[in-house]
């Protein structure tokens, strides 16, 4: 599969542990996007890199979120003291132009 | 504020049946349009943009800038078209991030 690449698919946690996802992106595309859908909904825009620079984040993204593209190539997004509340699909894309890639987002579930 | 708005949580149709897709947006300015699908097990994917006018897989999508819409439109639907639907738009910064709309489920049964 050369498409995105997103690790793990699934991950369950309990409230208040730290959990971290990956994004391995197409390797040319310098733009990176993290999504969150929950049920029922579209993507939520939660935050944005060109290439290593972090340019955008959304009024979603709490202090507990953070995320980092190191050297503009995969990137992770972690969370701290997760919530039940967190419990979400997390999505990453990568886009050139107009067009975004999806990952198959990882699942995020907080007990 | 910008928003995307699609009405219908579900759309059931029999096969061969017209389809539209019902997407209302609100930006302040000239935003970009697309079509994205997501098929049972698959991933999100672009279905069609605007800005190209074309027509994929029987779709077409036309952008009503004075009534705000962007409705899909298929006259003849297959089974093949049930799926997830989500309206979304870009703004015209560099960002060309996306906002969506809430998704519209399409069964088309046989």
């Known amino acids: 599969d050369t498409g995105v690449s997103q690790d793990p698919r699934h991950k369950i946690t309990k409230r208040g542990q730290n959990v971290t996802f990956r994004c391995d992106p197409i390797?040319?595309?310098?733009?990176l996007y993290w999504y969150r859908q929950t049920l029922g909904q579209g993507p939520e825009f939660l935050t944005y890199?060109?290439?290593?620079?972090?340019?955008?984040k959304s009024r979603l993204l709490s202090d507990r979120f953070s995320a980092e593209r190191p050297k503009g190539s995969f990137s992770t997004l972690e969370i701290q003291r997760t919530e039940q509340g967190d419990s979400a699909m997390y999505l990453c894309?990568?886009?050139?132009?107009?067009?975004?890639?999806f990952g198959s987002g990882t699942q995020l579930s907080v007990l | 504020a910008q928003r995307v708005t699609q009405p219908e949580k579900l759309l059931s149709v029999f096969k061969g049946a017209p389809v539209e897709l019902k997407c209302n947006y609100s930006?302040?300015?000239?935003?970009?349009l697309f079509w994205y699908v997501q098929y049972s097990r698959q991933r999100l994917q672009l279905l069609l943009r605007?800005?190209s006018r074309e027509s994929i897989k029987g779709f077409t999508a036309d952008l009503n800038k004075g009534e705000t819409s962007f409705h899909l439109k298929k006259p003849f639907a297959q089974e093949e078209d049930s799926a997830m639907y989500y309206c979304?738009?870009?703004?015209?910064?560099?960002?060309?991030?996306?906002?969506f709309g809430s998704g519209t489920r399409l069964l088309v049964r046989p």
């Open positions: 894309a990568t886009g050139v132009n107009e067009k975004l890639f």
């Open positions: 390797s040319e595309h310098n733009r």
């Open positions: 890199f060109q290439n290593e620079a972090q340019l955008e």
């Open positions: 930006y302040s300015g000239s935003p970009e």
């Open positions: 605007h800005i």
């Open positions: 979304a738009l870009s703004g015209m910064d560099s960002s060309y991030k996306l906002i």
